[in-house]
C-alpha cells in the first residue's frame, strides 16, 4: 500500500528541513563523516565547522565556518543563521595529546559539550551526537570483552572527560528530554587522515611507514592487543545510531561497539603478506602505560540489539584497502 501523497509531501519537506552542523569537521573522525552525510543529505545541508581558517580541500565542496566551540555566542550564532536541527560535536584533544595539555583538554572537552547539550536543553536544535571512547575503561575493567555495563576508572584526562561527558549526556537526557547519541569509539583506522596523537594512532601510521618502505618504530609492546576498527565502520555506526528510532536508542550515555582486536605483531604479520620486506622495531614510551589501562575486546551485544550494529571490516580486508590507498607522501 502506497503512502498518501500528503505525507509524502511532508516527509520530504522535514527531510529537506534537516541541517547539520559538524564541530570539529577536520579531525580524524569529522572529514569522512561530512563527506558520507554530504553525500547522503546534499552538500547543501552540511555544514562543516573547525577552528582552522579554512577547511581542508577534502571539504570545498560544501559549507565551512570557523568555529572555536569554546565560544558559546559564536556557536548559538552559526545555530540561528543556518537553522541547525543536528550537531555532532567531535571537537576534543586526544589521549596522548591530552595528558601533555591537561587543563585545556578538560576545557575543550566538557565546555564544548555543555554549550551543545544546553543549545538542545533550550530547543534550539533537535538531535546531538558526542562520541565517547574506549578510553573511559580503566585498570580495574574487565579486559577481555569488556561488557556495557561494569567498572570504570579512567586514569588519563582524556577518559575522565569522556566519563564525565558519558554521565552529563544521560542526565541531560532524563531530566531535559535531550536526544543525544554516543558510541565509545575504539582505536580508529583510516587512510583519509594521518595520525593525530592518539594511543592507538600506531595501526595507521604504520602503513605510511610500510608504503613507504620505512622501519616503523612502534611506540607500543609487540603483544599490545587493543581493540579497532576501520573507519568506514565508524561512520556506517555513527549514522546508523543517529538515524535510529529514538525509541530503540536506549542507552544514552555511550554505547560499545566492537570492530576486530589485534596487537602490533598481528598487524605486522598481516603486512608483511603483502610487503615482505617490511620491518619494525619496538620501544614502548607513555602510550603503553595508556594502552595497558584500556580493553583488550569490546561486547557489543547491547548495540547489536537495540539498533542493530554489525562491522564489515576484519583484519585482512582492512590491511589491504589501507595498503592500496595510503599516501606516503602525505607523511615523508
Not at 583484519?315 to 592500496?324: P, Q, R, S, V, Y
Request: a negative charge; charged letters at 25%.
Amino acid at each position: 500500500m502506497k503512502p498518501p501523497i500528503v505525507a509524502v509531501f511532508l516527509y520530504l519537506k522535514f527531510w529537506n528541513m534537516r541541517k547539520i552542523l559538524i564541530v570539529g569537521a577536520s579531525g580524524q573522525i569529522g572529514t569522512e563523516l561530512v563527506l558520507e552525510l554530504r553525500r547522503r543529505f546534499g552538500a547543501e545541508n552540511v555544514i562543516a565547522s573547525d577552528v582552522k581558517d579554512e577547511p581542508s580541500d577534502l571539504l570545498k565542496d560544501g559549507l565551512y565556518e570557523k568555529l572555536d566551540i569554546l565560544d558559546k555566542e559564536s556557536y548559538n550564532a552559526l545555530l540561528d543563521k543556518y537553522k541547525i536541527t543536528e550537531v555532532y560535536l567531535l571537537a576534543a584533544l586526544l589521549s596522548a595529546t591530552a595528558e601533555k595539555h591537561p587543563e585545556f583538554a578538560w576545557k575543550l572537552n566538557m565546555d564544548g559539550l555543555f554549550h551543545v547539550l544546553d543549545s538542545a536543553k533550550e530547543g534550539k536544535i533537535n538531535k546531538i551526537f558526542w562520541p565517547s571512547s574506549i578510553a573511559v575503561f580503566g585498570p580495574n575493567t574487565p579486559r577481555e570483552n569488556t561488557p556495557q555495563y561494569c567498572v570504570m576508572d579512567p586514569s588519563t584526562v582524556y577518559g575522565l572527560s569522556k566519563l564525565a561527558g558519558e554521565r552529563w549526556c544521560e542526565y541531560y537526557n532524563k531530566k531535559h528530554g535531550v536526544d543525544v547519541r554516543s558510541i565509545r569509539y575504539p582505536g580508529l583506522i583510516s587512510y583519509g587522515s594521518l595520525p593525530g596523537g592518539g594511543t592507538t594512532d600506531y595501526a595507521v601510521d604504520i602503513f605510511y611507514h610500510a608504503k613507504a618502505g620505512k622501519k616503523y618504530n612502534c611506540f607500543l609492546k609487540k603483544d599490545t592487543e587493543l581493540p579497532m576498527m576501520y573507519m568506514d565502520d565508524a561512520i556506517k555506526a555513527t549514522i546508523d545510531l543517529m538515524e535510529a528510532p529514538s525509541e530503540k536508542v536506549v542507552i544514552r550515555s555511550s554505547y560499545n561497539i566492537s570492530g576486530m582486536s589485534f596487537t602490533p605483531e598481528k598487524i605486522y604479520a598481516e603486512i608483511r603478506k603483502s610487503l615482505p620486506d617490511f620491518e619494525i622495531e619496538y620501544n614502548p614510551d607513555f602510550r603503553q602505560e595508556i594502552a595497558d589501562s584500556w580493553p583488550k575486546s569490546i561486547n557489543d551485544n547491547e548495540a547489536q540489539i537495540h539498533w542493530g550494529w554489525a562491522p564489515e571490516y576484519d583484519l585482512k580486508a582492512l590491511t589491504l584497502t589501507m595498503l592500496e590507498h595510503v599516501d606516503p607522501s602525505k607523511l615523508f
